[in-house]
């Protein structure tokens, strides 16, 4: 989960104001238009753009405001940003190794916005390479159990590249290489399984538990950062153990 416990990530994707709305709005655009401009404007031919349409659904972006991204995106409507990922590196509170990652037309503002919100709370920028090499780029599909047995959901894509099936509860996460996302969700369409969602993401090949104070120092951090217009992304390896989520909790 993003490089920190289910009960972090959930924290910290709700959108708490009408401002964190708002900013939360502008991200789910700018992955339309990028991805569009990247795969093509047809969701039917391009799982990622597909995916991206039905989170901005559920967060209740406008439609109109779906559909002007995805044909900037495309080349069909004119006034499309020159958007471009960068990845920072860095250190939270007790040495906790964060990647930021950012979809911006304009590095220098991100650059500035990003140390500053790891300068004012806690954290330190780390030179390229210093931290990235800690953690694996992957790719997840999510998806509802419903029926469908672990086994099943591993013999179907097995063969597209899916490398494990993990049990969250009430979903089932597929993790694969994020080169074989696409075909995996190919897979899964053949087998008459639907997913909810797709994504790249970066897994940590350590973990490092933390205490109640470090926890709540980098997720803190993780606040200011996730603030910050231009970070679409944070992840950690930071392992926040049960017994320090019910601390938080209390």
């Not at 093509?40 to 799982?47: R, T």
């Not at 190794?97 to 503002?109: F, K, Q, S």
């Not at 469908?148 to 597929?174: P, R, Y």
């Not at 803190?220 to 938080?248: G, H, S």
Request: proline fraction near 3%.
């Amino acid at each position: 989960m993003a490089g920190h416990s289910k009960w972090a990530n959930n924290k910290h994707k709700k959108a708490a104001n009408d401002a964190k709305r708002g900013k939360e709005f502008a991200k789910l655009i700018k992955n339309i238009e990028v991805a569009a401009r990247t795969g093509g404007g047809d969701p039917s031919a391009n799982p990622t753009l597909d995916d991206m349409i039905k989170k901005a659904k559920k967060a209740s972006v406008p439609n109109d405001n779906i559909e002007r991204a995805r044909k900037r995106g495309s080349g069909e409507e004119a006034g499309g940003a020159d958007w471009e990922t960068l990845m920072y590196e860095g250190y939270g509170p007790n040495g906790v190794a964060m990647l930021i990652e950012c979809l911006t037309d304009n590095r220098n503002r991100a650059a500035t916005d990003v140390r500053t919100a790891m300068n004012k709370n806690g954290g330190n920028m780390a030179d390229a390479g210093s931290v990235s090499y800690m953690f694996n780029r992957t790719g997840v599909v999510i998806l509802d159990k419903a029926d469908h047995e672990e086994d099943d959901v591993l013999m179907a894509v097995l063969d597209a590249g899916a490398e494990e099936v993990n049990d969250l509860g009430e979903k089932f996460e597929i993790v694969c290489a994020s080169g074989d996302m696409n075909a995996v969700c190919d897979a899964l369409k053949d087998a008459e399984i639907e997913y909810d969602s797709i994504e790249a993401d970066f897994r940590p090949t350590t973990l490092v538990p933390v205490d109640a104070s470090t926890a709540k120092r980098v997720l803190n951090l993780i606040d200011a950062l996730e603030d910050v217009d231009d970070v679409q992304n944070v992840y950690t390896n930071m392992d926040i153990p049960a017994d320090v989520v019910a601390e938080l909790d209390a």
